[in-house]
């Protein structure tokens, strides 16, 4: 699919380069390996636990891929599975490209290069079995963290699963955020281990309601970092 933004343009006002930041994920006992280790579970649980048919998985903001590409690549149902990807950072979106084709999956996973904030862009995969919002919910305004918690509603399917993280710095957004799902329509399904670093929280909510139509005129969020 075409990039809706520009891929050549890096130096976008307010875009920070995210390609060094991915370097922690090889640190072992770094914050983000363990938050990584979270998600990865969560992922695991909800393809585990997939009703038999096709499996739709949206990643925003989707980095590298670090995240789904390994558990999926491992994973019996993968066949079942159509998972789209969208980074906005070309060499970035380029690694986890790279990822998908070294593990067999490049018809299974679709990155597409362009801004995950923009319905147009995903909203053939809407709603998704599971939506992946992790390391969005750190870089955004709160206004846009309720957008997005609320539109998460129309991207995910009735019993499908979102995962969202954001750091514990300010602890009391967490139940905001969590607040905010709660009046889209998700349940609580589980949370990340309290004993973890502040810089990780990770939660899985489940949809419970059928999910309306996405509206396609505005944009989810922009990141402020
Ligand atoms: C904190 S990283 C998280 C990456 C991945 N989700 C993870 O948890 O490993 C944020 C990523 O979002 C990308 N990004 C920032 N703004 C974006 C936008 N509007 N659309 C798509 N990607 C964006 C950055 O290039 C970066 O790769």
Redesign the pocket.
């Known amino acids: 699919m075409d990039a809706i933004v520009d891929p050549g343009d890096e130096t976008r006002p307010g ?4 390609k060094a ?2 370097a922690e ?1 090889d640190n072992p006992g770094s914050s ?1 390996a363990q ?2 280790a979270v ?1 990865q579970r969560g992922i695991q649980r909800a393809l585990d636990e997939a009703p038999a048919g096709s499996i739709k998985i949206l ?9 789904l590409i390994p558990v999926l690549a491992e994973h019996p149902r993968r066949a079942d599975v159509r998972a789209r990807l ?4 070309p060499a ?1 979106a380029r690694v986890a490209r790279d990822a998908a084709a070294a593990t067999g999956l490049d018809g299974v996973v679709d990155v597409v290069t ?5 319905p147009a862009l995903f909203g053939d995969y809407a709603p998704a079995d599971l939506l ?1 919002l ?3 919910f ?2 955004i305004t709160e206004a846009d963290i309720q957008n997005t918690a609320t539109r998460a509603a129309n991207l995910t399917a009735r019993g499908g699963t979102a995962i969202w ?1 954001r750091h514990r710095f300010d602890p009391a957004v967490i139940p905001r955020i969590h607040g905010w799902f709660t009046a889209a329509g998700f349940s609580d399904l589980w949370e990340s281990d309290s004993e973890l670093p502040t810089a990780v929280y990770v939660a899985g909510n489940r949809h419970e309601r059928n999910p309306a139509p996405l509206p396609d005129d505005t944009k989810l ?3 402020v970092k």
Request: include cysteine; charge should be negative.
């Open positions: 875009l920070r380069d995210w930041w991915f994920y983000l938050r990584l998600v990643s925003l903001c989707a980095g590298q891929g670090r995240d969208i980074e906005f950072d970035i362009g801004d995950a904030a923009d992946l992790c390391g969005i750190g870089n993280t969020f922009t990141f």
